[in-house]
Nanobody, 123 residues
Framework: QVQLVESGGGLVQPGGSLRLSCAAS????????MGWYRQVPGKERGLVAR???????NYADSVKGRFTISRDSDKNTIYLQMNRLKPEDTAVYYC?????????????????WGKGTLVTVSS
């Protein structure tokens, strides 16, 4: 089993910055992508940013130009640099790892999730 440990959340004023980190507890043979999702009460969890094994990135429209996802493959760690934060960025941020599991019988994709870290943007 893989554990994802997030850190870096907290309280920040509008216009400020935070950097989230997510470290996987062990190496995984085949990672499709790692990314960040966020959720507020009463709403579904949604994609914030994702980076594939090939280094391709995609972002939610609401964070483009403000957030940057990066990775350190040697450390199985990803980061989310969040700049010019807005009150509407307030949410619990979850780290996700999507891996390809191959067995003699079949291959399938598996999602792993962290426990989440709270980001609060408020004055």
């Amino acid at each position: 089993q893989v554990q994802l440990v997030e850190s870096g959340g907290g309280l920040v004023q509008p216009g400020g910055s935070l950097r989230l980190s997510c470290a996987a507890s062990r190496s995984i043979g085949s990672i499709n992508s790692m990314g960040w999702y966020r959720q507020v009460p009463g709403k579904e969890r949604g994609l914030v940013a994702r980076i594939t094994s090939a280094g391709w990135t995609n972002y939610a429209d609401s964070v483009k130009g403000r957030f940057t996802i990066s990775r350190d493959s040697d450390k199985n760690t990803i980061y989310l640099q969040m700049n010019r934060l807005k009150p509407e960025d307030t949410a619990v941020y979850y780290c996700n790892l999507n891996s390809r599991i191959s067995t003699p019988a079949r291959s399938y994709d598996m999602d792993y999730w962290g426990k989440g870290t709270l980001v609060t943007v408020s004055s």
